[in-house]
């Protein structure tokens, strides 16, 4: 099978973090399959394919159509090496089961968002770019950020922003909110954003960080199920994985980092070899700032 000429094919619209330390953990083997439920650019994926060649073979999961059709030019010429599914991770193993497969050697998610869609105003990601208020990785699903803001009653708000965002203000804003909705819909970011900063009095907003991130990063978690699908994966590994397979979950939030924590630990047929979490060095965080507050964790499966 084809190995790729040029070791970094990359287009360099998302730089993947912890790229080495994913390797080491993983140890992938010539002849494994390995499943990347966060495909991405394909990033972590070309290393993989680089690293269990020449019959080793990559299955990924990816629920962004933008994203799927780059990494698929991308990892183009691994020819049936690698394999793309237009799925959520969460359905690991319905996806393997239509392809006859029954158990991997190791799985990667990456989670959190990729650069190409945080970039993207029309995405809705980032109070920093305006555009409409959508956040979905998957545009096939439902509700998007603008149907939770505008119709989801005060309560249920301001828990989201509590819950997803530690953001102490939560009442307070969700109220803003549902008084500005009364008299206008309100379906971009920066009007979101507006709404926030205007929400909280001055001496209670953060210091170092936009009012708005918050509640943004909480909406997007909301609008993405992101806990709920990284349940449904941490739920199943044994599902998923061979004996002596390997698992590594890199989580950009304290909410992810402590699922994944807490269910490798309560998992008796995990082995956790990282005992405290890996992160980027000084080095990597210079040239990719936003892999600054990544944490990778990595399990093997008991034989
Ligand atoms: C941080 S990026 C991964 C980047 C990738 N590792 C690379 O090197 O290019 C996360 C990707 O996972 C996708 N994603 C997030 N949650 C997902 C889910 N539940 N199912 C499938 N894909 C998901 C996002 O759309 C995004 O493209």
Same mark, same amino acid.
């Given at each position: 099978m084809v190995q790729p000429s040029n070791p970094d094919s990359s287009p360099k619209i998302h730089t993947p973090v912890l790229l080495e330390e994913v390797i080491r953990f993983l140890a992938p083997v010539d002849g494994g399959i390995y499943i990347d439920?966060? !495909?991405? !650019?394909?990033g972590h994926t070309e290393k993989i394919l680089q690293s269990c060649g020449p019959s080793g073979r990559v299955i990924g999961f990816e629920c962004d159509a933008s994203a799927l059709e780059l990494a698929r030019k991308r990892l183009a010429p691994f020819g049936e090496r690698f394999h793309a599914q237009y799925r959520n991770y969460a359905e690991i193993m319905a996806g393997l089961t239509e392809m006859g497969i029954h158990k991997v050697d190791g799985i990667l998610l990456d989670l959190g968002v990729s650069s190409l869609q945080f970039d993207s105003g029309e995405r809705g990601f980032s109070y920093q770019l305006n555009g409409p208020l959508d956040m979905r990785m998957d545009k096939r699903s439902h509700p998007s950020a603008e149907e939770i803001i505008n119709d989801l009653d005060r309560e249920d708000l301001a828990d989201i922003f509590y819950y997803?965002?530690?953001?102490?203000q939560a009442r307070r804003i969700a109220a803003h909110i549902v008084a500005e909705r009364a008299q206008n819909r309100i379906t971009t970011t920066s009007h979101l954003a507006r709404i926030v900063t205007g929400a909280v009095p001055r001496k209670f907003q953060p210091r170092k960080i936009h009012a708005a991130t918050k509640v943004f990063q909480a909406l997007r978690i909301a609008v993405n199920k992101e806990l709920d699908n990284l349940t449904v994966v941490l739920d199943t590994i044994a599902k998923i994985l061979k004996p002596g397979g390997r698992i590594c979950i890199i989580a950009f939030h304290s909410l992810e980092d402590r699922l994944v924590k807490w269910k490798f630990k309560d998992n008796p047929e995990l082995h956790v070899l990282t005992k405290k979490p890996v992160i980027p060095c000084a080095e990597e965080i210079r040239m990719n700032p936003r892999s600054r507050s990544a944490k990778l964790r990595a399990a093997y499966m008991k034989g």
């Open positions: 439920g966060t !495909l991405g !650019l394909g997803y965002g530690d953001e102490r």
